[in-house]
């Protein structure tokens, strides 16, 4: 399955946010909401796109109980 382009976003925020977080601890240059901002990106972009594949499974879902009820008619 093909990540989608909002779960690769969110994965290179989180790298990102890493790479701030070592700078940080090591190297003590970003300030603290330069840290917080690409993993609280990450969290926003990864809620967003379980929503939309939540949404995706729930339409699925929904044509598949149509299916259901046009075979169990149809057996009648």
Do not use: C, Q, Y
Request: proline share 4%.
């Amino acid at each position: 399955m093909r990540p989608s382009t909002l779960e690769t976003i969110a994965l290179i925020m989180f790298i990102i946010g890493i790479a701030l977080f070592a700078w940080k601890i090591f190297g003590n240059s970003p300030t603290d909401l330069a840290v917080l901002i690409p993993f609280l990106l990450t969290i926003i972009l990864k809620v967003w796109s379980t929503d939309t594949r939540l949404t995706k499974l729930e339409v699925r879902f929904n044509h598949l109980g149509k299916d259901f009820k046009e075979f169990k008619d149809k057996k009648r």
